[in-house]
């Protein structure tokens, strides 16, 4: 779960805070739903953070290498965890 439950704890957090209404000795219920939507933050943070780490390290990268003898080109696309070409 990425996206969806950073999404997901911030709507529990939500429900928890504002439409839930009872009480137990010792437990808010509204902290526990703040507490919540905080960590669901974060966690929807971290993720669009992993997403555009991801896609950045795989994005293929094209070469255009200009032979002056034969006047042709030869196109070369890479990745980025390709071995190094010698």
Same mark, same amino acid.
């Given at each position: 779960m990425t996206i969806a439950g950073g999404i997901i704890l911030i709507m529990l957090g939500? &429900?928890?805070t504002w439409a839930v209404e009872f009480d &137990?000795?010792?437990f808010d219920v509204n902290v526990v739903g703040v507490i919540l939507m905080l960590g669901g933050l974060a966690w929807l943070l971290f993720a669009i953070?992993?997403?555009r780490v991801a896609r950045r390290a795989?994005?293929?990268t094209t070469t255009v290498i200009e032979d002056p003898v034969v006047h042709h080109r030869v196109y070369e696309e890479r990745r980025y965890d390709?071995?190094?070409v010698v």
């Open positions: 939500a &429900i928890l &137990i000795a010792g953070y992993r997403f795989v994005a293929p390709d071995p190094p």
